[in-house]
């Protein structure tokens, strides 16, 4: 069973410093990446994707991928108060063969305090 | 505007009344999907669909039904809601589930069961 692990959190950062959030999964066929930012009480919203090993970077993001290590991870530079959320990981794939989705983490809080 | 809608947006019902929720996206994508959000538990998949006519189980189907006859709709059906179905769920689609494809959100519906 493919799973998707991000650290617990809460994690609280001062304004203006870089948030941190890692995820590995356990599927080492899994293709594509997704960072999603939920506020409470309200549907996911995509921020990032990626596909390949590396970094990409769109303004304040950049997310890194290591499928060797399994790893995925989103930096967010210059944090800013409307950036407190949760964040989750996703991974695409069938799931033990059968079922096309994504798998998502459980979700790691961020507060950033001003 | 290219969206996801999803009805009602909150439901109190009683155990054993049938329901529907709503589920309809104006983006001519291909691959639609239902999940369910419970705190701890995270983001779960119910059901999704490749396609028209081509439907799935998830992860935790049972208790569910889905249809897809129209590309655009992508109906769930609760047949006798039991107060373990209570969550909040959200449906999504993406033009297909492959690739840098993105899966797009609905605003969710909060359903309580009595």
């Known amino acids: 069973q493919k799973e998707v692990e991000q650290n617990s959190g809460p994690l609280s950062v001062p304004e203006g410093a870089i948030a941190s959030l890692n995820c590995t999964y356990s599927?080492?066929?899994?293709?594509?990446f997704f960072w999603y930012r939920q506020y409470s009480g309200k549907s996911p919203e995509l921020i990032m994707s990626?596909?390949?090993?590396g970094d990409k970077e769109d303004g304040r993001f950049t997310a890194q991928l290591n499928k060797a290590s399994q790893y995925v991870s989103l930096l967010i530079r210059d944090s800013q108060p409307s950036d407190s959320a949760t964040y989750l990981c996703?991974?695409?794939?069938?799931?033990?063969?059968?079922?096309?989705?994504?798998?998502f983490g459980k979700g790691t809080l961020l507060t950033v305090n001003p | 505007e290219a969206q996801v809608t999803q009805n009602p947006r909150y439901l109190i019902t009683v155990t054993g009344k049938k329901l529907t929720v709503t589920c309809s996206q104006n983006?001519?994508?291909?691959?639609m999907s239902w999940y369910r959000q419970d705190p701890g538990l995270g983001l779960r998949q119910i059901y999704y669909?490749?396609?028209?006519?081509?439907?799935d189980k998830g992860d935790v189907p049972e208790g569910y039904k889905v249809s897809r006859k129209e590309k655009r709709n992508f109906p769930l059906i609760l047949e006798s809601p039991s107060p373990n179905q209570t969550s909040l769920y959200f449906c999504?689609?993406?033009?297909?589930?492959?690739?840098?494809?993105?899966?797009?959100f609905g605003p969710g519906t909060r359903l309580t069961v009595l």
């Open positions: 996703a991974v695409n794939g069938r799931s033990g063969g059968s079922n096309y989705k994504l798998t």
């Open positions: 599927d080492r066929v899994s293709q594509s």
């Open positions: 983006m001519n994508h291909e691959y």
């Open positions: 990626i596909y390949s090993n």
């Open positions: 999504a689609s993406s033009l297909s589930f492959w690739g840098t494809d993105t899966q797009y």
């Open positions: 669909s490749m396609n028209v006519e081509v439907t």
